[in-house]
Structures are given as C-alpha cells and as structure tokens.
C-alpha cells in the first residue's frame, strides 16, 4: 500500500516518526529539520479525516526522564501542524490507550518518548555490571517477552501503521519494525518522507550516473570503516575529508601534530589505501590544512601542509589548495554522495571548507548530477550554509542512511514490504 493510494477518512493512524531533534539547555529545538520533514505525512491524514497517533523516541533515555520527555515538542509540532496536540504521559499505560481511544478524525495524540520503555528497543536495562552470563540471558529473554505485550499494545490503538521515521529504520525496535506484523498489507505503508529516503537510496546504489563520487567527513575513520569499505567497489572518487584525513596523514608518515587521529586504525587506513589503489578507485586527501593552537573558535590559526603539522597545533579544517583539488573532482561527478564535515564546522572560523565542499556539490547539481547529503552533521552544515535547497536530497538518516549505502537490508523498510 502507498500512503497516496490510501484514504484515511475515519481511521486511526499509528505513525512513527523521528521526533529526535536537538534541544538546548531551555528545551528550545535548535534544528526541527526531522519535524519539519514528517509534516507531509501527517498533514496528508488529517485532511483525509483520519486521526493519528505519534509515536517517536528522543535522545537516548534509560527510563523515563524530563529531560528526554516529547512533552518539550509539543507547542511546535502544534505550530507545524496547525492544530492542538494531545499528549499522553506514557505510551502503554490506562491514558495512553483511554486517549487514543477517544481520538476524533482530525485530532493527534502524541505518545511520550517511546525510549522510556526498554521494550522499545527490546535490550534488558539496570542490570549490574557484575551480572552473569545467565542473569543477562535471562534478562533479555524477560524483555523480548514483554516487548511483544508492548508492541501488541502501541498497535492496538491504531487501524493503520505508519512508518515515516527513516533515521530508525535500521534498528528492529518495537515501533519501526515489530508493531507491523499485527497490521495486514492493506494497512501499512511507508510515510512520504520514507518514500522519498527510499527512492533516493535506490538512486546512489541502483541508478549510478558517472562519475560517482563519495565525500566522507566527520570525525573518526572507526565509525564509517564498513561504508568507506562497500563504496570503494561502487564510488570512481572517494575523497576523505575532516578529522579522519589525520589518521590517513599519520598512517602515511605525515607529522600530525594534535591533530585527531585514531592510532589504532593505521593500519586499517593504509588497507583502505591499498584496496582504493587495487579497483581504481582515486582515493583523494587533503593537501594542507588550517591548523589551530587549540580546539576552540578564538584559536590562532594558519595554513600549513597537511603532513608537516607543527607540535602543539592541530588541523581543524582543510586549507584552500585541497577546497580546490576537492572542488574540481566534486565538480566533474554526475552521482554525488556527502556524509560528514571537513571540519570543525561548528566553529564559525573552521567552516571554511565545509562551505566551499558544499559549493561545489550545488554546482555539480546544477549541472545535472544527483546529490544526496545525509548524516546528522552534514544535514546541519547544508542548513547552516544555506545550500539544503541546491542539492537533489537532504537525508534525515544518520546510520540508517549509512547502513543502507552499505548494502544492508534495514528492518524498518524489510517490515512494510513483507
Ligand atoms: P561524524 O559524527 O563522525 O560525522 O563527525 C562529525 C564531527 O566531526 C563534527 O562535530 C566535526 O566538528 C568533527 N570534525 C570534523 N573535522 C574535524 C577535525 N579536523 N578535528 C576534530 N573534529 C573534526
């Protein structure tokens, strides 16, 4: 079913959503992209006339806590939405399904943080740190077991699901993937936002126009190891930018200085070397950096190369020679993939080089290439440049859009097309 092709004029929708968006320290959402994003689906059922219920987690709660509580969201999902949210303080208690049983068409209940409840995730919590192997087999035993009762419950309130959360739809988590099973084909579907995330995957995996060109930022080379591995038999470039160039740099011999490095993955960047060099792919790093003398905005800085970093300095950003040698690869590329900064972005003075990346891959769009810009940082450094609207498609997906790129079916999208 396509959420198009459904009418949802009085029934009761179970949506979930990605609802997990920065809060400041007064509860203020500093970035609502991911909200903002999962109003099309909404929007859609109540002018259809149906009702809906929400469903989202926010941050990483271990227990129900005021600081991860949804109730912080509500009077901006009301301004996005147009109309008043109820809310319910919990999601499996007596309120929770009163309250979604007296839903009207038209009206929204909001369900509190589902990560309140470790049957969300379905992973035993508070067990001691000396527990045995069989104290935390059983325990996980005890919460898949109540993670059914959980699940059975959240789709009890609804006659359709609903899934327009694709930052989670690598996880099999009670309301991304296992609340589908209790809906019949007819009554599931992807939201559009999910739709759209699909399609543009299926573009960078199944629709490759060449040059394909993957840009990969961000901090670590630990984290992204398996995404850099699988693209090196899909990308033509690969050009490694931000704090991961500093374990390549080392790894090469290159004097690094303070500059972020993963010591132990030396060995694994000069393998990514090696293997880039085995299928042709052109590996491409950074030539010279801004260096800092210490993390910070405010820091003394100057250009440098990037292997002959001064002791006591550290590189923050990428220097203007590699803005260029990436611009010119970026430029010439048809299919464009870009995860993660080439630098510190959130300092205003080490931007530089994620602007100047994003520039070009605007370009490249212009001139007919697809882009797609996914992973949290890299969502907030297109925003934050301006540049969201000249590129094919902005992700909501983090690891879900990293996991994808890597091949790997992803539970929440297996469980609306089973
Ligand atoms: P990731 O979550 O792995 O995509 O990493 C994003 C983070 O990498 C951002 O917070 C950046 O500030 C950080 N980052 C990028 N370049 C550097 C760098 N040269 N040194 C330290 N951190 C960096």
């Known amino acids: 079913m396509t959420i198009d092709q459904?009418?949802?004029?009085?029934?009761?929708?179970?949506v979930r959503v990605d609802f997990n968006v920065p809060l400041d320290e007064n509860f203020n959402i500093t970035d609502d992209t991911r909200m903002r994003a999962a109003m099309p689906t909404l929007k859609k059922i109540l002018a259809d006339g149906g009702s809906i219920i929400i469903g989202s987690h926010l941050g990483r709660p271990k227990g129900p806590t005021d600081k991860f509580s949804l109730k912080h969201i509500i009077k901006h999902l009301e301004e996005l939405l147009g109309t008043s949210v109820q809310f319910a303080d919990d999601c499996m208690g007596e309120q929770a399904a009163q309250k979604a049983a007296a839903l009207k068409p038209g009206e929204v209940l909001l369900l509190e943080n589902l990560r309140f409840y470790a049957e969300e995730e379905g992973k035993p919590r508070g067990l001691a740190e000396d527990a045995s192997d069989d104290e935390k087999k059983a325990a996980k035993a005890a919460v898949k077991e109540s993670q059914k009762e959980f699940t059975k419950k959240l789709a009890s309130y609804a006659n359709c699901y609903v899934n327009d959360a694709f930052g989670t739809a690598h996880r099999a988590h009670a309301s991304t993937a296992l609340i589908a099973k209790y809906f019949d084909k007819d009554n599931k579907m992807f939201g559009y936002l999910m739709e759209k995330e699909v399609k543009a995957v299926d573009k960078v995996l199944n629709d490759i126009h060449?040059?394909?060109t993957a840009i990969m930022g961000g901090s670590k080379v630990s984290s992204k190891i398996d995404i850099i591995e699988n693209l090196l038999n899909k990308v033509d470039n690969l050009i490694i930018a931000g704090g991961m160039t500093y374990t390549f740099t080392k790894a090469l011999g290159g004097?690094?200085?303070?500059?972020?490095?993963?010591d132990d993955k030396l060995d694994l960047a000069l393998d990514l070397l090696k293997k880039a060099k085995e299928k042709g792919v052109n590996l491409v790093l950074a030539t010279d950096a801004k260096i800092a003398d210490s993390f910070s905005?405010?820091?003394n800085t100057q250009f440098c190369k990037v292997n002959e970093i001064p002791d006591g300095w550290e590189g923050l950003d990428i220097g203007p020679e590699t803005e260029k040698l990436f611009a010119d690869v970026i430029k010439g590329s048809k299919t464009i993939l870009w995860n993660g900064p080439a630098g510190v972005f959130e300092f205003d003075n080490?931007?530089?080089?994620?602007?100047a990346i994003g520039e070009a891959v605007v370009e490249a769009t212009k001139n007919g290439a697809f882009s797609l810009v996914g992973g949290g940082d890299s969502v907030a450094c297109v925003n934050k440049f301006g540049l969201a609207g000249g590129v094919s498609y902005v992700s909501t997906g983090g690891g879900a859009l990293l996991e994808a790129i890597e091949g790997k079916v992803l539970p929440g999208i297996a469980a609306i097309n089973e």
């Open 210 to 212: 060449r040059p394909f």
């Open 297 to 299: 905005n405010d820091a």
């Open 255 to 262: 004097k690094i200085g303070l500059s972020i490095c993963e």
């Open 6 to 14: 459904f009418n949802f004029a009085g029934k009761k929708a179970f």
């Open 350 to 355: 080490f931007t530089h080089g994620s602007r």
